[in-house]
Every structure is written in C-alpha cells, then in structure tokens.
C-alpha cells in the first residue's frame, strides 16, 4: 500500500487544475479533503491514512481508490475491474473508541475493496460475514484513530481466546480488546494507557464481531 506522502503526491497531480496558482502545496490537499491543517500534519507524521476522506475524494472526481492505495495505472484498472468486491458498509454507524456510540440508525452502504485485500479479510468465503464501520474516540489509539474504517466478521464472536472485538453494551457500541479471566468476567481493555481497564460479567455485554482489519493487520 502507497504511504502517505505517496498518495498526497497523487492527489497533488489531480488538483493542480483546480487551484490558483498551480503549485500546490499539503493545505491544497488537507482542503480538498476536507481536513484541518492540524489533523493533516499529525496524519502525515503518523503515516496514517485518512480512509474515509479518500473514498469521498475518489467518488466525487470518478477515481478508484485502488489507483491511490496501491499505485495502479488507469490501465491495470480497467483490466482488474472484475477482481473487486463489496462488503457491506454502515457508514452511519461509529463504534466507539472512547465513550460509546449509538446504533439505532443504519444505513447500509456497499464499500468497494481490491482483490489484494480479500485475503487480509479471510478470504473470500468470509466476505459474506465481514461488514465496515467507523471508529470514533481515542481509547484504542495507536491500533485504531478517530475515522479509520475497520471490518467486523460478524461470525467470529468467541472470545475465549481474547482478542479485539465490536461489543455492545448498555452504553454503546464499543472496538475493545476483550480478554477472559480466570474467575469468567471480561476484562476490557483500552490500548491507549490513559483509559483504565473494565471488568464486566459475560452477560453484560454482546459481541457483535471479531475486528480482522483496517485496511491492515490487527494485532
């Protein structure tokens, strides 16, 4: 996958047309992504990549979001236009690094994801359990940041052997890593030191699914 600096080299290229004068510079790039400055600066010292402001990017100017992750030409794409998927994405729907999020309200939309990917994802016979998401908050930072889309398999939901997970409780939705005690209770934890580790009864939450990627690997 292209860096950071790769992909706002691209989207240079793209907006040079529309902005005065044509030198375009990071501030051109973080507006035409609708990012402040500030974020953009933390994003690119991070190498973190801004997945749901790129997919907006992408669709507002017809341009395949597989051409600025992976460095595709236009015409490998017209070739490899067959070798794309969809999953389901809930893009109204933010589950919770920090403070719990609301489900009520679900709009289900399709998220296009290349060939190379599906694997990350289990493979292709997962596809039909696997759904996207937002995250929001920032217990679970530096694994997840606010904006990072993740994919949920819905059919992964044991937690005997730990791991991060989508539960829902009486005060949200939250991405956590859930690990069993010895005694039966969970332990949920916060990647981000600054949160204090919950225990709960097994009973006390439900486990939506197992979080298999964001555009990457999780640990």
């Known amino acids: 996958m292209n860096s950071f600096i790769d992909i706002v080299e691209e989207i240079k290229s793209i907006i040079s047309n529309e902005v005065t004068p044509k030198k375009v510079f990071d501030k051109d790039v973080a507006a035409s992504l609708g990012i402040s400055q500030m974020n953009f600066a933390t994003m690119k010292k991070r190498n973190k990549i801004p997945f749901n402001e790129l997919l907006d990017f992408c669709a507002k100017r017809s341009i395949s979001i597989n051409w600025l992750l992976y460095g595709q030409s236009p015409e490998s794409l017209v070739e490899a236009t067959n070798k794309f998927y969809m999953v389901k994405y809930f893009s109204d729907i933010n589950a919770s690094a920090g403070g719990g999020s609301d489900i009520e309200f679900e709009e289900i939309q399709e998220l296009e994801i290349p060939e190379q990917f599906v694997f990350m994802l289990g493979g292709e016979k997962e596809l039909k359990n696997i759904e996207a998401i937002n995250v929001s908050g920032d217990s679970m930072e530096p694994t997840f940041s606010y904006n990072d889309i993740v994919f949920i ?67």
Do not use: C, P
């Open 153 to 219: 398999n819905r059919a992964k939901t044991d937690i005997n052997r730990g791991g991060i997970f989508t539960i829902k409780t009486e005060a949200g939705l939250f991405i956590k890593r859930v690990q069993k005690r010895i005694d039966g209770k969970l332990d949920i934890i916060s990647d981000n030191s600054v949160y204090n580790t919950q225990t709960l009864d097994q009973n006390a939450i439900e486990v939506v699914g197992r979080v298999v990627s964001r555009f990457g690997d999780v640990d």
